[in-house]
């Protein structure tokens, strides 16, 4: 058992991303468009597991993409961190899947408990049943990229690996994507918040990948600013050659 976590969070992660992505499938289809449809989700889904987390964590801290931050999750041990929709671009555009809900769980500053559903794709990813990582693949390795934000560094990290950048929305449908095996490298130098990634890197640790800031120092989340600068999550064979290109 992951210190800090029982079984029951790991189940309460998963069926609430879950139930989360359900309903926001059904929002997608209630005939709002553009600015209100991702209102609607964002607004629902936040209130949704904020509401949830306090009903089944009474004792523990919530820090959500869509609520106040309350300083006092700083003496928490336990927090639990959420993205309520991830992606509400691609949510808000019908025919893309690439849109996430994300539950986790961070312990002491570590996220221990983690789920990430993909609705479209009526998938959820997460630490109560960890992901097996697929085989190693024989195509050159493919380098996810943001598909409104490519970067300078992730053209540099493809021509290195002599790879192939592959535009992708959310933060967890990237993240997903190298657990799944549909890509190798997600490997992101913008600056994101706690939320975008707590739980996209719990589900890929259990997976077996390598998830490090960019420079291959660890992830710290429940910190007073909860700005994380860069990101790395690929396959374990691949770390050693990203992280020496010093994208941070």
């Known amino acids: 058992m992951t210190a800090g976590a029982t079984p029951s969070d790991h189940e309460i992660a998963a069926a609430l991303a879950a139930a989360a992505g359900e309903h926001l499938l059904e929002v997608r289809r209630c005939g709002l468009t553009g600015a209100d449809l991702k209102a609607a989700g964002d607004g629902w889904s936040h209130d949704f597991l904020v509401r949830a987390l306090k009903e089944a964590r009474p004792d523990d801290a919530v820090l959500s993409e869509e609520g106040v931050d309350d300083a006092a999750r700083l003496d928490?041990?336990?927090?639990?961190?959420?993205?309520?929709?991830?992606?509400?671009?691609?949510?808000?555009?019908?025919?893309?899947?690439?849109?996430?809900?994300?539950?986790?769980?961070?312990?002491?500053?570590?996220?221990?408990?983690?789920?990430?559903?993909?609705?479209?794709?009526?998938?959820?990813?997460?630490?109560?049943?960890?992901?097996?990582l697929p085989p190693v693949p024989s195509r050159p390795p493919r380098i996810l990229v943001s598909r409104t934000r490519p970067t300078e560094h992730a053209r540099l990290l493809a021509e290195k690996m002599d790879g192939e950048l592959v535009a992708m929305g959310s933060a967890g449908a990237k993240a997903m994507a190298v657990v799944r095996g549909d890509a190798d490298v997600y490997a992101h130098s913008g600056g994101q918040y706690e939320w975008d990634s707590a739980a996209?890197?719990?589900?890929?640790?259990?997976?077996?990948?390598?998830?490090?800031?960019?420079?291959?120092?660890?992830l710290r989340y429940n910190q007073p600013n909860p700005w994380l600068p860069d990101l790395l999550v690929c396959r374990p064979e691949h770390a050693a050659a990203v992280i020496a290109l010093g994208l941070a």
């Open 76 to 132: 928490h041990h336990r927090v639990w961190i959420v993205d309520p929709l991830d992606g509400t671009r691609e949510f808000s555009e019908p025919a893309r899947i690439d849109w996430a809900v994300h539950v986790a769980l961070a312990v002491d500053a570590q996220v221990v408990v983690g789920a990430v559903a993909l609705p479209a794709l009526g998938v959820t990813l997460s630490t109560a049943t960890p992901p097996t």
């Open 200 to 218: 996209p890197v719990a589900v890929a640790r259990a997976a077996g990948l390598h998830v490090s800031r960019l420079d291959g120092g660890p």
